[in-house]
């Protein structure tokens, strides 16, 4: 790969690790990891969301969608559980932004792509 390209990666990669939102992110996953109950339904949380993404069937999905539901919003009563969701999303828009802006001035055809 080209030296600049893993360059200007190690340079985002610090600029995110050392970024306020980061820490932030961080502050809110340690709270939560240390409510053992609250990190298991965390984690179920995002296990049947990656299941529900990615496995299940349509008719699967139209059951799982409303447990999911009901299950996101137990979780977000828990304002640990609701900061560490709030901090990972906002993280995550930042980064796909950054995506977008490194992607976007290229004509690359990506539609359809399947891994």
Sequence with gaps: MNTQIIEAMAALREAVRTSEEYADYLRCREKV?????LLAKVEEYRQREFRYQNILSPE???TERGQLLALMGQL???????????TERHLCRILQQAAKEVLAPLEL????MID
Excluded: L, S, V
């Design 33 to 37: 990891e240390k409510d053992p109950e």
């Design 60 to 62: 699967e999905r139209e």
């Design 76 to 86: 977000r009563q828990n304002p640990a559980a609701d900061a560490y969701f709030r």
């Design 109 to 112: 055809h990506t539609e359809g």
